[in-house]
């Protein structure tokens, strides 16, 4: 991209997840929209060491993670008044495992938690009713997440669209103008897929080679199997360091007992119309969209290796889209408890599942590298 920066390349004649050749001596993989790397690629200066310009996109990559932080800490002040409410949130989003290791790299997962954080607010205002500006920021969040990852872009427009539907739902009308200001501005996102669609057929391009395994080396795994082996890639890939350890699994069951217990006690009151605050309905839509947006990956993993093979698709980083909403969700249950005392040990016993499987970790485990 640095030295061919387009918005609409040819894949295939990049070379991109071709293996390295005498063309292109040194591998190369890209199949996600280019704004990203284009923008990076304006930066590349050949005159400057390979470590010294990759330190410089690693600290931009971290100031781009940062101000998404930043996006999301506010909305959440926002919506949480008292301090209990806002440290519990704050302490609970921060702490997503995949989150520094996706800061530090240079990856457009950045830019995808830039998106998250201008839909969640948008989200926010929009249950609230406060929809001067909602639609404009969910519509600019999801056109943001559909020119960096499409799997940010399924996962937030199923969590806006669930949100606007619990709100129609329970009666609340949602103004047209936001509707149509949010869809139209959306609907830019799409552009880089109906692309790939016409280029290749695919909405995602995919090289016959890239993760290829050959037929004589693939398992024979039935769908169950493959399903089974899926949802446990996934559940290893959960910590900043991986694989997951024994406590770090028994961590990840902890956090999705919390996420049905938010589920218990959110999803009734949205579903049977008792008129539920809006954060509520912000965090059932996003509790719902989890088993959906699993689902969906499901079915592309699959689909993938049928296809070629491929084993690699189960990535936890994929869903740090949701994790806001599952932030409120987890703030939503810890308010639930009565107790002064009660409220602090589950804050505390939150937070410690949580930075069990931090970067933090890693400090004891030198002979493990980073892989999201």
Known sequence: MAANPEFFPDYASLGSGLPPSAAAPEPNYLNHPTPYYVALGQLWDDGVSVEGQMLKLRLINVAVASFAI???LAAGAMAFPDLSGRAVFSSVLVLFPKTPGMAGFVNNDSLVLVATGIVFAGLLRLADQRDTRAGLLVGA?????????????????????????????????VARRTLL??????????????ANLLSSGKIIWSSPTHNAVPEALRP?????EFLLHFLQNLALK???????????????AAVLLICLAGAFFILPTVLRREQPEPLALVAGAFLLALPISIGIHTIYGW???LAIGDLTSAQMRYYAPLWPGIALAMTLVHRQIVSPRHKVIAALLMGELL????????MFQAEQLPSI
């Open 181 to 194: 200001t949010g869809a139209s501005i959306a609907a830019i996102g799409a552009i880089p897929t109906f």
């Open 141 to 173: 969040g999801l056109a943001l997440a559909g020119w960096t990852k499409l799997t940010a872009l399924v996962m937030l427009g199923t969590a806006a669209l669930l949100v606007v539907l619990l709100v129609a739902l329970n009666g609340r009308a």
């Open 238 to 252: 959960w910590p900043a360091f991986e694989p997951a350890a024994p406590i770090q699994l028994a961590c990840l």
């Open 303 to 305: 689909s993938a290796f």
């Open 70 to 72: 930043i996006i999301m």
């Open 220 to 224: 024979d795994l039935s769908a169950g």
């Open 355 to 362: 930075l069990v499987c931090s970067p933090f970790t890693g």
